[in-house]
């Protein structure tokens, strides 16, 4: 039976993930507490693993019921700071760190996504497994880490996701709340990089590439991909669905239109 496995939102953009039992869906579609919070610089560029491979040197853990940032460096550093009455003071403690100026920003009611007209990210842990097989070493936690989604299903088969998206594409249902598939997710530099380390897979993108073109459903439309370095799809929460509840265990269930 297909069922929502895992809800892991990405407090700061950037930052290391956070598993949740359930969570809310905003007004603005997205899960609650993802990419809630996010470093600027003076210019208003966001700093994430896109920008530097830095990111990866800290370990960070967040509350969201008491608002408190642990961190740890490499060296064994450990600061805590409180999102929710100081930012400035994690601001300062982040400009040091990573050499720019930051400020640290803050939206409740979307977050800082990247595509901030769509919703979460959706992949199925039958897809991480088979990823993760192709690279030696990779457990299926590393690929997830690297990847990045919202929302795990599992029961399904590798792939399950890529039906969603595409012409004539069904929608699916946790719990009765509907998701649209928008959009496969091309992939940036980040996937190839240990997430601890920061060390990269030589030739990742070739290898991911060759693998992904082998492995494509029938299912799929082929025409909903640009290119073959795509995994996860974007999806949209209908409004009539949002500030309804999300909960490990929920079951999935497709809807044709």
Request: hydrophobic residues 35%; glycine residues 8%.
């Given at each position: ?21 359930a ?62 009455a ?51 070493g ?16 599992a ?21 009765g ?81």
């Amino acid at each position: 039976m297909a069922r929502l496995a895992r809800l892991r939102v990405y407090p700061v953009k950037g930052l290391d993930g956070i598993d949740l039992e359930a969570a809310d869906v905003l007004d603005g579609g997205t899960v609650a507490h993802d990419r809630e919070f996010a470093l600027f610089d003076t210019d208003g560029d966001v700093l994430n693993g896109k920008r530097t491979e830095r990111v990866h040197a800290l370990e960070t853990d967040y509350d969201p019921a008491t608002g408190l940032l642990a961190v740890e460096t490499p060296d064994g550093e450990e600061r805590q700071f409180d999102l929710e009455a100081d930012r400035g003071t994690a601001a300062a403690w982040f400009s040091e760190f990573f050499d720019v100026e930051l400020s640290f920003e803050r939206d409740t009611s979307l977050g800082f996504v990247d595509r901030r007209e769509m919703g979460p990210s959706v992949i199925s842990t039958a897809t991480l497994e088979t990823v993760a097989s192709w690279f030696d070493g990779m457990s299926v936690e590393g690929a997830r880490r690297r990847l990045r989604a919202n929302i795990e299903v599992a029961g399904v088969d590798p792939f399950w996701e890529d039906r969603f998206v595409g012409a004539d594409a069904p929608a699916f249902e946790i719990d009765g709340v509907r998701f649209d598939g928008v959009t496969p997710c091309g992939r940036c530099v980040v996937p190839r990089r240990d997430p601890d380390t920061g060390e990269s897979i030589e030739e990742f993108q070739t290898r991911f590439v060759r693998k992904r073109e082998a492995t494509f459903p029938e299912w799929a439309d082929p025409d909903a991909f640009d290119h073959y370095y795509s995994l996860m799809i974007i999806t949209r929460v209908p409004e009539s669905d949002r500030g309804r509840t999300l909960s490990v265990g929920d079951p999935v269930e497709t809807r044709r239109n």
